[in-house]
């Protein structure tokens, strides 16, 4: 039974402290396949001018967008068993063999470009068209796996699909979500960068410990995280998308069909969206986050009803919208863990690591919220990425992360630098070259020649971990040894760079 009391209440109780701090804020909407039901919202917009934030103030969707994004290939026709290649001729030969489907179900292991830049030293606020991403990414040396094996999220696909829209239609992004939305008059629309102007558009801000601070992404949003809208309007989006009648009739359910990885076995992420359950119910639905917006969008299609979550503060969207859907459906949330592990743990060998902190993994960059899985073991509530765990006698964790079988083992507090890593290092590819001291700091490509140092973290096996701000953001890549003395990297969504030994030296 719904209760639409209980779930208004819940989501005040949220929303109330943003008001109180007196700092930015966001909106609760809660709707039925027949539109808005309940709302509450708090905190500013904009804080310079103390601007209300409000269930109709525009927010950036951020990765919400893919799933509006996925309902225009559905609509257009386009194949998606049909590789990137055969749209998109220019691209790479690795590129251009994964299927339009893998690219978009995160199973493709297309270098997600916004890692793959940040490895090559290009800040995140460098002011990048999607032209240059274009062409940086038709230099991409390759993939990051074999395709079908591994969910592991990447922005590229989507932003490739983007260019396969435009081609076949022969018109802009903007256009072709205004065609869409227009029809309903749905307040959302596609947005190119930070320069382009947004009427009533929330400032996103992330807190540096002492104050809050604007935030900014330079690069080009792209149809990856270019949406622009209101909580209101993409609750009616959402109820549409439910309700299935006319022109949004079938969309929702060949949206979230399951999507197989290579073996046969299902996952959990499916075009633009990621299914998961809460209590006994399904539910559907996905996030968002940009440099000072973080947003969730969860539907629960069996009983028509939903929840969206913007926000301009760089806080988890996931779980407050949980809280309100349980609330409102009468469900049951996860429990929390009676104990998890902390610390920092990795794979005998490869780049895989993970950090376990405040009831929360970090898998190579990838992070989610964990859970009781109810038989002993941990579970992820995936924002994005599927985790299963169980400790095991040893002290090891076992299980599966992104559809792989992981076991990863506690890394031990001695853990020295492995002295084989000391040296510069270059991949001729790409241009880019690092230096690795003995005292355990490298400097790293950044802004051109100006460099960046970091403090490295010694994992066994010679690999070692980097750690480098993007202002909210951590970016921790692995450097690992290979049997030929070669070195590579890896995030969780870029592992394409492969260094050859420079010199020996690597001092200050």
């Known amino acids: 039974m719904v209760d639409w009391i209980k779930g208004r209440t819940e989501a005040q109780a949220i929303a109330e402290p943003w008001t109180r701090q007196g700092g930015p804020g966001g909106a609760i909407v809660l709707f039925d396949r027949d539109g808005v039901r309940e709302s509450a919202s708090g905190g500013f917009a904009v804080i310079e001018h103390r601007l209300p934030f409000t269930p109709d103030t525009q927010n950036r969707l951020a990765s919400i967008s893919k799933h509006i994004c996925a309902a225009m290939l559905l609509r257009d026709g386009v194949p998606l068993e049909e590789t990137l290649g055969s749209f ?9 063999a994964v299927p339009l489907g893998r690219a978009l179900d995160m199973t493709g292991a297309l270098p997600d470009m916004m890692e793959a830049l940040w490895q090559l030293g290009t800040p995140f606020t460098a002011s990048l068209s999607a032209s240059e991403i274009f062409t940086a990414a038709c230099r991409l040396p390759g993939l990051n796996a074999e395709p079908g094996t591994e969910m592991a999220y990447s922005n590229t696909g989507w932003r490739l699909a983007q260019a ?10 903007a256009q072709l979500v205004n065609e869409l ?17 947004v009427p009533g558009l929330a400032i996103g801000y992330w807190h540096d410990g002492q104050s809050w601070r604007r935030g900014f992404y330079g690069f ?40 197989q990885f290579a073996d046969g076995s299902e996952s959990g992420y499916r075009l633009g969206l ?9 539910i559907i639905g996905h996030g968002g986050s940009l440099t000072g917006y973080r947003n969730h969008m969860l539907m629960a299609p069996d009983q028509g009803v939903g929840v969206v979550v913007l926000t301009n503060r760089e806080e988890d969207a996931l779980w407050p919208a949980l ?31 993970a950090e376990l902190a405040s009831g929360a993994i970090s898998f190579m960059g990838g992070y989610e919220k964990l859970v009781s899985d109810g038989t002993g073991g941990l579970r992820s509530l995936p ?49 880019v070259a690092i230096t690795i001291r003995a005292d355990g700091t490298a400097s790293w490509p950044w802004a051109g020649t100006i460099g960046r140092e970091t403090r490295l973290t010694p994992l066994p096996g010679g690999r070692t971990l980097a750690d480098l701000a993007h202002g909210p953001w951590q970016h921790r890549p692995c450097l690992w040894l290979q049997g030929d003395g070669s070195l590579r990297l890896a995030g969780h969504r870029s592992r394409i760079l492969h260094f050859t030994r420079i010199d020996q030296g690597g001092q200050p």
Do not use: H
Request: aromatic residues 6%; proline residues 7%.
């Open 383 to 431: 924002a994005y990425l599927d985790v299963r765990l169980k400790p095991e006698a040893d002290g090891a964790l076992a299980g599966t992360i992104g559809g792989v079988s992981r076991r990863l083992l506690p890394v031990p507090a001695e853990t020295k630098l492995d002295e084989r890593l000391v040296g510069r290092w270059r991949d001729d590819r790409l241009g």
């Open 88 to 96: 998109i001729p220019e691209l790479p030969e690795a590129l251009g």
């Open 220 to 259: 080009n949003f792209s149809a990856s995280g270019g949406m622009a809208g209101s909580a209101a309007g993409l609750a009616r989006w959402a109820a549409g998308l439910m309700a299935g009648r006319e022109l949004y009739a079938g969309l929702l359910d060949r949206l979230a069909a399951p999507r």
């Open 181 to 197: 939305m227009v029809p309903a008059a749905l307040p959302i629309r596609f947005v190119s960068d930070e320069t382009e102007v």
């Open 323 to 353: 809280r309100v859907l349980a609330a409102l459906t009468g469900e049951t949330l996860p429990s929390e863990p009676e104990s998890v592990p902390t610390g920092l743990y990795t794979a005998e060998d490869g780049p895989f690591w």
């Open 164 to 173: 396969i829209l435009e081609r076949r239609t022969g018109k802009g992004a």
């Open 274 to 282: 990621v299914a998961s359950r809460l209590g006994g119910i399904r």
